[in-house]
């Protein structure tokens, strides 16, 4: 069965651009957010199997957004999404619980490899 993905990036061309891949692979894209205040009341309407989290974001970043995800839902599976040199962030969301982390600009080998561990 196609997993249900809850796409989270400020940039609309990201957001596309993950969206392509995904349902070019059989992934069900279930909703799109803006930013992370959007994230946590689609997760919470959509209850998605996976969300992908960008890190930098107006209004909530995405580590806060991810926490209170967890918060919501302790067994969410969230990947977060990062320019190249946001390490220390990268670390500090699998410490607060992201499952793993794709790097921008996007490959898609790299994004399908990151859902089929969460699908696993």
């Known amino acids: 069965m196609a997993k249900r993905i809850l796409i989270t990036d400020d940039a609309l061309?990201?957001?596309?651009?993950?969206?392509?891949?995904?349902?070019?692979?059989g992934y069900?894209?279930?909703?799109?957010?803006?930013n992370g205040v959007e994230s946590v009341e689609l997760y919470k309407?959509?209850?998605p199997d996976v969300v992908t989290m960008d890190i930098t974001?107006?209004?909530?970043d995405g580590l806060q957004a991810l926490k209170e995800i967890r918060a919501l839902d302790?067994?969410?599976s969230i990947v977060m999404c990062t320019a190249m040199g946001q390490k220390n962030m990268v670390v500090e969301a699998i410490q607060a619980g992201a499952k793993d982390?794709?790097?921008?600009p996007f490959q898609?080998?790299?994004?399908?490899?990151?859902?089929?561990k969460l699908a696993a």
């Open 108 to 116: 898609p080998d790299r994004v399908l490899e990151a859902m089929s």
């Open 57 to 60: 974001m107006p209004e909530m």
């Open 28 to 34: 069900e894209v279930v909703g799109e957010a803006a």
């Open 101 to 104: 982390f794709i790097v921008k």
């Open 45 to 47: 309407q959509l209850k």
């Open 74 to 76: 302790p067994n969410a």
């Open 13 to 25: 061309f990201m957001r596309v651009t993950l969206k392509n891949i995904l349902t070019q692979n």
